[in-house]
Structures are given as structure tokens and as C-alpha cells.
């Protein structure tokens, strides 16, 4: 199995690894699933795995290292001599190197298959075409210099890279800072590391003064190849051995041995004879022509005299020590095994994933119920119910039905007080003010009018909960309005939410109204307060604009001139039936419609409800497509399926052996 079957078994039909429950229902395969729910992870993979299939068999070192670092002196000393000009050396900006140049050896430009993949290398890299060098010195040194241009990469043959079979990323350097960069970013590192992807190696090129610089170890630690690096340390003064140089190394890198280190001494200091190879010619050039000799430094101390430095230590002959084709395969090899450590990574994370968020709206849901009881309880935490003309018309009927024989000639003269404010809600505020005026006028109604205007549950109390619910759970910031979702919200539960009790129900609850009220005193209130304190019930809400009426039982009780008539017991037992039959009901509807706007799974509601022991919502889910939870949080709820887990292991086992034996052979 090779890389690309290897990734095709990843998107194969039948591997449904996660199945969504929530906004949507579907089943999503592995790549698809990483693709939607952590992009940015599955960008990384993708990223790796096409380096892996297309772009790992190209063998390219980067060069990289920091400001005035010997970085374009070394990339020079590779190249044949009337190519050396075209590369700006120098302490000034404009004489570094500000973009991306590649070197490729002048044989490969005989392939132009070859050559066409170099550029769709760089393109996938850079997100640009490359540009070709100038085979002008002056023109070629403004275009490395041309820090405008940063992202578009530029390329160049040369006949002197033949030899080496390699191509070279001359890399801008790492510390220079970059237009509109942030304060905290580093854009020229985090440039340098995807670039370097694409490599087979790297030669990190810096100054032994610089050797422990934050961005050097940074860099090192970053996704830049490991399978092949190579130190070049430069500007070494004596009488530093190069021993010394090494073993520092080695601690900068936290590592004992198995360093690939080349270093330099400074040309520019007379002592430096002393401890550089004999085949150094730097000491019979011009000082204005010296450039630095690189030879591989050995831990043995033994071996780093300067007559023990034979020739094929020069980092010229690198090509022999690490072979091309050698320094490709560690490097398929690496990117191979990254992939397959991805992908595993990714898994787990997929199930971790599912995880967090379902305990991220399970809180959400949570501080929605926790809300939502305050603002539906009152300051001695009875529950308020909301009392609906069909409620009050069942109250009203049910009392009728099971009054003494008595009672009931004296009822039926009432009776369409109540029937009458039912009929101007149903008509319209005109009609009501046209059916009432005697009865709005009337010193009852004004005082009960304000009595229960103080219980509405109005637009603002909504919102000012899901103002405080965010906060609570930090899920979106406090400028944020919620006018919006607060009117809806009251519409639907003010519309929707008709939670009712049975006609056994109201009459055994009537029976125990007239069973504990004397009969003279239940005949002055009937006349007095009950059909007056229904009628305001009913149209309280009504003339309040948007809102709805929310009193508790007892409250209820006294507005209809019932509550001082009972004993405390009969009044409990009351409060008690119209809670459990009603209230709660009403508090669970409640809670599902406003999960329902904002975007919480109503699976998350309901199974939050069943743990506080509360009613499961009688209303269906109306998800809003476009309400906070979906659009701006990006709630969503998944899980993933142990069979399709069991078999994409078994895919990444056998491709892992597979590869293993391979490596092996």
C-alpha cells in the first residue's frame, strides 16, 4: 500500500466515521468530518499529504539561519563563479536577502516535466508563481532585495549545483521584521517553516555568537525537516577549539551526539590560520575576496587539527556524505511517518472534540435553566405560571360545574363577564375598550390592573436574560443584542406554549375550592371579586402590549378574592396541583422554545431537564438555521463510530507495517 492508496483509504465511502446528530443529521468520513469540524487540522493534513505523494522526491536543502549569519556567502560558495554575483552578500538591507530563491541544478532545466513541478511546488507553498532570476547582477540583487515581494518566490539555474545533485532555498532571514507584521508574530519564521515542508533538509547557517538565539531554537523546534540537519556555524574566533563549538551545540539542542556541524573560522581575524584546514585559500585571496570555509567539525578533539581537516570534510562534499537520493528517502520517511502520527492525532481528537462540545452546551443549557428559574419564580421562589384564556375559561368552567345547586343562578349572571373579555382579546384592543368601559372605569379592575401589570413577563425581561446567560457562559460578548431573539422568543411561548389541565382535573381542584370556602362567604366573593379578577387576568397581558401574564398559584388565588378563604393546607394542595400540572409543563416549554432561538441541540435541553427531573418539552424543535448557537457558535453534536474507528486503525496498522518493511529493505 503506497501513500496514495494509503490516502485514498481514508475517503473511502463505506469508512462513515462520524455521525452528526445536531443541526444536521448525516454521516461524514474521516477527511470530511476533520474538513468541517477542526479545518485548520485538516489543512495541516492535507498539506502533508500532498508533500508526501507529489512533492517529496525533489531533493531541496534550505538554507536559513539569521540577520548577517555567512547565509548567502555559503549559498555563493556552491555556485559556479559568473552565478556568485547575482546573490547580494553584505550587512544591509539592501544588500540581504528579502524573498525566496531557488537554486536548481542547470541539468534538471533539460527536464521540463521536472522543471513544471518545481513550479507547482513552489506555487502550492507560496500561493504564487515563481519569478525567474535576471541573469543581471544589478537587476538580480534588486529582486532579491525587493522585500515588496516577498511571497512570490524567485528561481534560478546554475551549472555549479550539478555536482551536488541539490537544489538550494536561499531563505530571507529570520529576524528582519516584516510589513504590517503584529506585535508577538514572527511572519518571516512562520514563512520559512512551511517553506522548508518541501525540503529534503535544511543547512541552518549562523553565527557562533548567535548559536542560543530565541529564534534559532524556535525555528529548530518548528516543522522544519529533521530527518536531515545540517549547522553551519560561522565567524568562530580563536583560540576557540572546534570542539568546544560542537559540544555547545549540542547543548543548545539538548542532545549528547549524531550532530551533522560544520563551522567557520572569521577570515577577517590573522589567528584564524591556526585552526583552519590547509586547503583554505581564503589567507592567499584579497581580504575583499575571502568568503568562509566550512568544514565538519568532529567531537573528538583529536581530529579537528588543522592538519587532520582533509578536503572531503569541506561542506562542498556534502553531496558524498549525505547523498541526494539518501537524504530524499529520510525525508519520505519523515513525512510519511508525520502523516501517519496526524492522522492519529486527529482521530483522538475527533473524540475529544465530540466530547468538549457536548459539555460546552451542556453548560450552555444549563445557565439557560438556572436563568430562566429566576426569571419564572418569584422572589420566594414559587413558580409563576402563565395564565391563558383557555386556562382561565377552564378555571371558571370547572367552578360552575361543581358549584352547590345553590350558587349556580347566582354564577350565571356572571358568567359573561368572562365570556366577554375572551371574545374583545380575541377582536382586538377597539373592542375591548368598547366591551369594558364600566368595567376598566370600576375602582376593582384599576387595582387589580396594577396588581398584575407588576407580574408580566415582558420583552426586556427576556432579553435582559440572555444577556445575562451570555455572559454567563462567555459565549458571546456583552455588546451583543439580543432584541431579537427576546421578541421571538415571548411570541412563540406567548402563542405556542397551551399547557392545560384535563377537565377531571380542574372539576377534583374546583371541589376542593368550594369544599373548604363557607358558602356565604364564597357567594360575596363569586359576586364580588371572581368573575371581575378572571376577566382582568385575561385582558391585563392583552392591554400590556407584548408580554405575558406570569402569577403563581396562590397569587392567582388572591387576585380571584379565593385566598383568604382557604385553609394554609387547602391553599398548598392548590398551589401544588396547578404547579405539577401546569407550571412545570409551561417551565420546560418555556426553556425549549428559547433553546430552540438561540441554537441549543434540543437533545442537550431535554436531556438536561430529565436529570433535574423536570417534564420533557411538548413542543417539537424549530431550529432557526440562522440563530446563535448555529451560525455564530457553531454548536453542533457528533460522535464517532467505534466499527468505522475499529477499521481506519486497522488501515493506518497496515499501512504502517507495510511502509516499516519497506524503510527496512
Same mark, same amino acid.
Given at each position: ?34 474538513? +468541517?469540524?477542526? !479545518? *485548520?487540522?485538516? $489543512? =495541516? %493534513? /492535507? &498539506? ?5 505523494? #507529489? ?53 534538471? +532545466?533539460?527536464? !521540463? *516535466?521536472?522543471? $513544471? =513541478? %518545481? /513550479? &507547482? ?5 507560496? #500561493? ?538
Amino acid at each position: 500500500m503506497d501513500l496514495n492508496e494509503f490516502w485514498s483509504g481514508l475517503k473511502e465511502p463505506g469508512l462513515q466515521l462520524v455521525g452528526e446528530t445536531w443541526p444536521e443529521t448525516k454521516e461524514m468520513g474521516f477527511l470530511d468530518a476533520l474538513r +468541517e469540524i477542526e !479545518p *485548520a487540522a485538516y $489543512e =495541516r %493534513l /492535507e &498539506t502533508t499529504s500532498r508533500i508526501a505523494r #507529489e512533492f517529496s522526491d525533489v531533493p531541496i536543502l534550505a538554507v536559513i539561519g539569521p540577520i548577517n549569519g555567512g547565509k548567502s556567502s555559503l549559498v555563493r560558495s556552491f555556485l559556479a563563479p559568473p552565478n556568485r554575483e547575482r546573490v547580494p552578500v553584505g550587512l544591509g538591507s539592501r544588500q540581504g536577502t528579502q524573498r525566496f530563491v531557488l537554486w536548481i541544478p542547470r541539468s534538471w +532545466e533539460s527536464d !521540463p *516535466a521536472l522543471f $513544471e =513541478r %518545481l /513550479e &507547482t511546488i513552489l506555487g502550492f507553498i507560496f #500561493e504564487d508563481r515563481p519569478e525567474h532570476l535576471s541573469a543581471d547582477p544589478d537587476e538580480s540583487r534588486e529582486q532579491y532585495a525587493d522585500v515588496s515581494a516577498f511571497h512570490r518566490p524567485l528561481v534560478a539555474f546554475d551549472e555549479g549545483l550539478d555536482r551536488h545533485g541539490v537544489a538550494l532555498l536561499d531563505c530571507p532571514d529570520m529576524q528582519r521584521l516584516q510589513e504590517n507584521e503584529k506585535e508577538g508574530e514572527n511572519l518571516r519564521l512562520e514563512a520559512i517553516a512551511k517553506a522548508s515542508e518541501i525540503c529534503a533538509g535544511v543547512i541552518i547557517v549562523t553565527p557562533r555568537s548567535q548559536i542560543e538565539i530565541r529564534d534559532l531554537g524556535e525555528l529548530v523546534r518548528r516543522r522544519i525537516p529533521e530527518a536531515v540537519r545540517i549547522f553551519a556555524i560561522n565567524l568562530i574566533r580563536p583560540p576557540e577549539p572546534p570542539e568546544a563549538v560542537y559540544d555547545e551545540l549540542c547543548q543548545a539542542l539538548r542532545t549528547k551526539t549524531g550532530i551533522l556541524c560544520y563551522g567557520a573560522y572569521d577570515f577577517l581575524v590573522p589567528a584564524s590560520r591556526d585552526f583552519t584546514p590547509a586547503w583554505d585559500e581564503n589567507f592567499q585571496k584579497p581580504e575583499d575576496a575571502r568568503e568562509p570555509c566550512f568544514f565538519r567539525i568532529d567531537s573528538d578533539a583529536g581530529r579537528n587539527g588543522p592538519d587532520r581537516i582533509q578536503e572531503e570534510r569541506s561542506i562542498h562534499c556534502l553531496a558524498d556524505l549525505v547523498r541526494p537520493a539518501v537524504i530524499r528517502q529520510k525525508r519520505q520517511r519523515e513525512i510519511a511517518e508525520d502523516l501517519l502520527g496526524q492522522v492519529r492525532e486527529q482521530l483522538a481528537a475527533l473524540d475529544a472534540k465530540a466530547d468538549a462540545e457536548r459539555v460546552r452546551v451542556k453548560r450552555a443549557a444549563g445557565e439557560l435553566h438556572e436563568l430562566a428559574h429566576e426569571l419564572m419564580h418569584d422572589g420566594d421562589q414559587a413558580l409563576r405560571l402563565k395564565i391563558d384564556p383557555e386556562i382561565v375559561m377552564s378555571f371558571k368552567e370547572s367552578m360552575e360545574r361543581t358549584a352547590p345547586l345553590q350558587l349556580k343562578p347566582l354564577i350565571a349572571l356572571r358568567r359573561r363577564i368572562v365570556h366577554r373579555a375572551v371574545e374583545a382579546v380575541r377582536q382586538g384592543r377597539e373592542a375591548m375598550a368598547r366591551a369594558f368601559p364600566w368595567l376598566r372605569a370600576g375602582g376593582k379592575f384599576e387595582s387589580l390592573k396594577n396588581r398584575l401589570q407588576k407580574q408580566l413577563i415582558q420583552e426586556k425581561d427576556i432579553e435582559k436574560l440572555l444577556y445575562r446567560w451570555s455572559v454567563a457562559t462567555r459565549e458571546a460578548g456583552p455588546e451583543r443584542s439580543w432584541k431579537e431573539e427576546a421578541r421571538a422568543i415571548l411570541e412563540r411561548y406567548r402563542v405556542e406554549e397551551r399547557t392545560n389541565m384535563t377537565r377531571e382535573e380542574w372539576d377534583a381542584l374546583a371541589r376542593q375550592i368550594w369544599k373548604n370556602t363557607s358558602k356565604l362567604k364564597a357567594t360575596v366573593r363569586i359576586f364580588g371579586s371572581f368573575f371581575v379578577g378572571l376577566a382582568a387576568v385575561i385582558l391585563i397581558p392583552f392591554d400590556g402590549g407584548a408580554s405575558v401574564l406570569g402569577i403563581t398559584a396562590l397569587e392567582l388565588m388572591g387576585v380571584l378574592g379565593l385566598g383568604g378563604l382557604m385553609a394554609a393546607g387547602t391553599l398548598r394542595m392548590l398551589d401544588r396541583e396547578m404547579n405539577q400540572k401546569i407550571g412545570c409543563r409551561q417551565f420546560s416549554n418555556f426553556i425549549a422554545i428559547a433553546g430552540d432561538r438561540i441554537g441549543i441541540p434540543r437533545p442537550v435541553i431535554e436531556e438536561m431537564l430529565d436529570e433535574k427531573e423536570l417534564f420533557k418539552p411538548a413542543l417539537e424543535e424549530q431550529l432557526d438555521t440562522t440563530s446563535y448557537g448555529v451560525r455564530e457558535a457553531g454548536w453542533r453534536l457528533f460522535a464517532v463510530n467505534p466499527k468505522a474507528r475499529k477499521k481506519l486503525l486497522a488501515i493506518l496498522k497496515q499501512w504502517e507495517k507495510e511502509h516499516h518493511a519497506v524503510q527496512t529493505t
